[in-house]
């Protein structure tokens, strides 16, 4: 298994390669000058902005800035941001917590919810429950993430004033950052109240960044339950007087559970990826937002570095799902 591991390691160096050169180039097909929105166009004069791209780095040829843009990232460095002259891996570093703490909210539902209502369609199927559930999967999916937010936001936050629009806890709680997490920080802080505000706050974020991974992740249970029901060994065990819940949770549901773990996989990277567009609609401080904000400044290592943790945030999620399916799978381990 370490063998194959290694393998894939190595194989994903060019994978790697190909993400920094993408990411490097495709900020600076997007028009506009990264000066004159710093400083303004009518406060700008020819030789203030030929100063500030040489300072910047920004008058080399391109394949200069690449190859610094590498030499930086072999050396751990992700650059400084054009506009706030600060280090991107401190502002990365700053935000990443809460995004990771909204996609892992919103993965924990999706996979929760997912299997569930996989697991139950299945072993109705062909019945009312079936249907609806393959129903709402299919509306689930379908529908924009920007589109149901503001749904939500409507029904939920202006018509009955369940839910906050925006933010993470409401201001008049003082929590201090420990973990970054804010529902681990507000418990940590002990204010009364302060859990329940975040948890106010994180709920509908949460939800509709998880609905889509949710329908997936039900289809797959399903079909996947649907086919490991129909083995020889499900019903060998049954004639063996087994109850129906130890035949379900340890023969049916173990092998049912490989070809999902690696839809998850893809789903978690899905959500970061999604989280920009949730983000943005919750106003929520995360690496999505902050994205957006620099793409829209021009502002060329924040966003370099954004896609580039992201992927390989995606990369190293499904390695461990590969190892996963190692685990759970004795053929794979076998010819690992």
Avoid at 187 to 214: D, K, M, N, W, Y
Avoid at 317 to 335: C, E, Q, T, Y
């Amino acid at each position: 298994m370490m063998k194959a591991f290694l393998h894939k390691l190595a194989l994903l160096l060019p994978t790697l390669l190909g993400i920094t050169a993408v990411a490097f180039g495709l900020i600076r097909l997007v028009p506009g000058d990264p000066i004159e929105i710093m400083v303004g166009e009518r406060q700008l004069d020819p030789a203030t902005h030929a100063a500030l791209m040489k300072q910047l780095g920004l008058d080399q040829p391109l394949w200069n800035q690449y190859l610094h843009y590498l030499g930086q990232l072999l050396q751990g460095d992700l650059g400084q941001s054009l506009v706030s002259r600060t280090p991107v891996s401190q502002e990365f570093a700053a935000l990443f917590p809460a995004t990771l703490e909204l996609a892992l909210c919103a993965l924990l539902l999706a996979v929760v919810g997912g299997l569930l209502l996989g697991m139950a369609a299945a072993l109705k199927r062909g019945s009312w429950l079936d249907q609806g559930v393959m129903g709402l999967a299919t509306v689930g999916y379908s529908m924009p993430v920007f589109w149901w937010g503001l749904i939500l936001i409507m029904f939920f936050s202006v018509d009955l004033g369940l839910t906050p629009v925006s933010g993470r806890i409401a201001v008049e709680y003082e929590v201090e950052r420990v973990t970054g997490f804010m529902l681990v920080d507000s418990l940590l802080s002990g204010e009364a109240g302060a859990f329940q505000s975040a948890l106010r706050h994180l709920l509908l974020p949460a939800i509709v960044l998880g609905t889509a991974s949710l329908a997936v992740v039900a289809r797959m249970t399903r079909s996947s339950m649907l086919e490991v029901l129909r083995e020889d060994y499900i019903r060998t065990a049954r004639a063996k007087g087994l109850s129906p819940a130890r035949v379900l949770a340890v023969h049916a549901l173990r092998n049912a559970l490989i070809p999902v773990l690696t839809v998850v996989g893809l789903q978690t990277g899905s959500l970061l990826a999604g989280a920009v567009l949730t983000e943005t609609i919750f106003s929520w401080p995360g690496i999505g937002k902050w994205l957006i904000d620099a793409i829209a400044r021009r502002d060329y290592p924040v966003v370099q570095a954004g896609i580039l943790v992201t992927a390989l945030t995606f990369i190293a999620v499904n390695l461990l799902v590969d190892l996963l399916n190692s685990w759970a799978n004795p053929r794979l381990r076998g010819a690992a």
